[in-house]
Nanobody, 128 residues
Framework: QPQLVESGGGSVQAGGSLKLSCRMSGYVTTGRCMGWFRQAPGKEREGVSSIYINNSTTRYADSVKGRFTISQYYAAKTMYLQMNNLRPEDTAMYYC?????????????????????WGKGIQVTVSS
């Protein structure tokens, strides 16, 4: 099964940018949905974005559309989340996730229940 490790988090001021990376190791195949989630203190885990490895179809939460971009570089087994124009409300622990192999693509909604493998998370803090 794949292992996932996030990197690239940190602290920025509002309006700044960060780029998160998720490196996959272990047995990685195509036909998976990959995603980014976040969880702020006292809040439920929220789906941020997803990408289907086979065709790079992407989905975004409304709260990040136009500001965040998900991408992948399969040869390097790495997924990215470019976050621009960050806001204080983006402050959270960010998690990388992967589904089991599927030929159905990613669901239209970014749900944690659709993902089977998770990274340990990385902190993103945006100050005003």
């Amino acid at each position: 099964q794949p292992q996932l490790v996030e990197s690239g988090g940190g602290s920025v001021q509002a309006g700044g940018s960060l780029k998160l990376s998720c490196r996959m190791s272990g047995y990685v195949t195509t036909g998976r949905c990959m995603g980014w989630f976040r969880q702020a203190p006292g809040k439920e885990r929220e789906g941020v974005s997803s990408i289907y490895i086979n065709n790079s179809t992407t989905r975004y939460a409304d709260s990040v559309k136009g500001r965040f971009t998900i991408s992948q570089y399969y040869a390097a087994k790495t997924m990215y989340l470019q976050m621009n124009n960050l806001r204080p409300e983006d402050t959270a622990m960010y998690y990388c996730a992967a589904s089991r192999a599927t030929n159905r693509g990613c669901s239209s909604s970014i749900l944690a229940s659709d993902f089977d493998y998770w990274g340990k998370g990385i902190q993103v803090t945006v100050s005003s």
